[in-house]
């Protein structure tokens, strides 16, 4: 059975960094495409980032060049270190997954529904 645990939210003053991990297990991971959503209270849940089954990356406008993706293979391990974060940088934050086989590989990777697998999300603030 599919699981991903979140860890490292906390509460930062604007500026600050926080590291956030995502450690899955019990389907095929890096098969797919793996990201990080948020979503912030009354707002709809968006993505920040998601990494595709080659490694590469792509990133919201509104984070890009302040967060960085990377992952442990090994550990089967995503992780999003976050700088210079923002009081709009507020949100819960998940961690998604899927493991679709064949020519849907890699699709989509932006929405929300592509993902069968998440988080159970892990809180991060930025005060200013």
């Known amino acids: 059975q599919a699981r991903l645990v979140e860890f490292g939210g906390g509460s930062v003053q604007a500026g600050g960094s926080l590291r956030l991990s995502c450690a899955a297990s019990g389907y095929a991971y890096g098969s797919d495409c793996m990201g990080w959503f948020r979503q912030a209270p009354g707002k709809e849940r968006e993505w920040v980032v998601i990494?595709?089954?080659?490694?590469?990356?792509a990133y919201a406008d509104s984070v890009r060049g302040r967060f960085t993706i990377t992952q442990d293979n090994a550990k089967n391990t995503l992780y999003l270190q976050m700088n210079s974060l923002k009081p709009e940088d507020t949100a819960m934050y998940y961690c998604?997954?899927?493991?679709?086989?064949?020519?849907?590989?890699?699709?989509?990777?932006?929405?929300?529904?592509?993902?069968?697998?998440w988080g159970q999300g892990t809180q991060v603030t930025a005060s200013s």
């Open positions: 990494v595709y089954s080659d490694g590469s990356s």
């Open positions: 998604a997954a899927t493991a679709r086989g064949g020519r849907n590989r890699n699709m989509d990777c932006w929405r929300i529904n592509t993902y069968n697998y």
